[in-house]
């Protein structure tokens, strides 16, 4: 009689160790694409190539759902309409699955497409926390031929920040006179409590020099610039993961847990604008985010 061999305690304890961290990558994934922090269709690519990813073994249901504005009813007219069984992973799709998924995606959750010609005004802008700021001081030291523009903000400085070089920090009373007076390009309020504006003049006088300006601005700012600048480059910065947004965030203890809810909330719509730019660029590494923006403003 031939005895059932039992496999050692240290595989199974690797197993489930293995089998937990598959798990948390795909609910890491499922976050992912519902803050819109990656789209679909990079989902499916990745699914494509690497059916044992996180992308691939994530179950076409769940794909679904994570979409924004997709539900369980929503969802199960989408299989029925496309032919795929919902007991599918994304990696498992057949070719004929694959394109009809792929076009499906594409006329509901379309690409951000480049745009044909270069501007010497680039906008950077991004969610919260996403580190913005850090990628333009960045460009600002290795890239000297590119003027970095100093916002003007109502907000008091954080610690190691200084005033001209950091941000122009001003009263109500200063900022009111900049509005008036027409010297800034936009401006906005942020988070429902305080006021950046970008002063014109440095821009035009840099400009008109020949020089590349790059302005680190919000949302709210980069649409201001391009109703008045419509040439201009608008790049989108996006953080690898929500996980490491919220990370971040936490990280950088500048906010109370109110403030980091609020900013969060603001996050989560900020992302949902990124169709409305020109370029995506991923911030996981900041030398590398910051070298592929600079090289948008060369031919």
């Known amino acids: 009689m031939t005895q059932k061999q039992t496999p050692p305690d240290v595989d199974r304890v690797a197993a489930s160790r293995k089998a937990v961290a598959a798990r948390q990558a795909r609910a890491s994934l499922k976050r992912d694409i519902s803050t819109r922090v990656i789209a679909p269709s990079e989902v499916l690519a990745r699914a494509t190539s690497d059916p044992t990813s ?3 073994t994530l179950r076409i249901t769940d794909f679904l759902t994570a979409l924004p504005a997709i539900g369980h009813g929503k969802r199960d007219r989408i299989l029925a309409e496309l032919e795929i069984s919902p007991v599918k992973r994304l990696g498992g799709l057949g070719s004929r699955q694959l394109a009809s998924l792929s076009a499906w995606l594409d006329t509901r959750f379309p690409s951000v497409e480049p ?5 010497s005004l680039l906008v950077l802008a991004g969610p919260t926390a996403v580190g913005k700021g850090t990628v333009a001081a960045y460009i600002k030291q290795a890239h000297p031929d590119i003027h970095l523009s100093v916002s003007a903000t109502t907000r008091q400085p954080r610690p190691g920040e200084n005033d001209a070089e950091h941000y122009y920090f ?14 800034l390009l936009e401006y906005a309020t942020v988070h429902n409590r305080f006021r950046y504006g970008t002063p014109r ?4 006088q840099a400009l008109s020099e020949g020089k590349t300006v790059l302005l680190e601005i919000d949302l709210q700012g980069a649409r201001q610039v391009r ?7 608008l790049v989108f910065l996006l953080p690898p ?4 947004l919220v990370n971040r965030l936490v990280g950088r203890g500048t906010e109370d847990a109110e403030e980091r809810a609020r900013r969060l909330r603001t996050a989560k719509a900020e992302l949902a604008a990124q169709t409305e730019f020109d370029y995506l660029v991923v911030n996981e590494e900041v030398a590398s985010a910051a070298r592929e923006i600079a090289a948008l403003a060369t031919s």
């Not at 745009?115 to 501007?119: D, K």
């Not at 001003?170 to 010297?183: H, K, Q, S, T």
């Not at 003049?201 to 035009?204: G, N, S």
């Not at 109703?227 to 480059?233: I, N, R």
């Open 241 to 244: 993961s929500w996980d490491e």
């Open 201 to 204: 003049k440095p821009i035009e």
């Open 54 to 56: 996180a992308s691939g």
């Open 227 to 233: 109703e008045a600048e419509p040439s201009a480059t």
């Open 115 to 119: 745009r044909a010609g270069r501007s």
């Open 170 to 183: 001003v009263d109500d009373e200063e900022f009111d006179r900049l509005i008036a007076a027409g010297e």
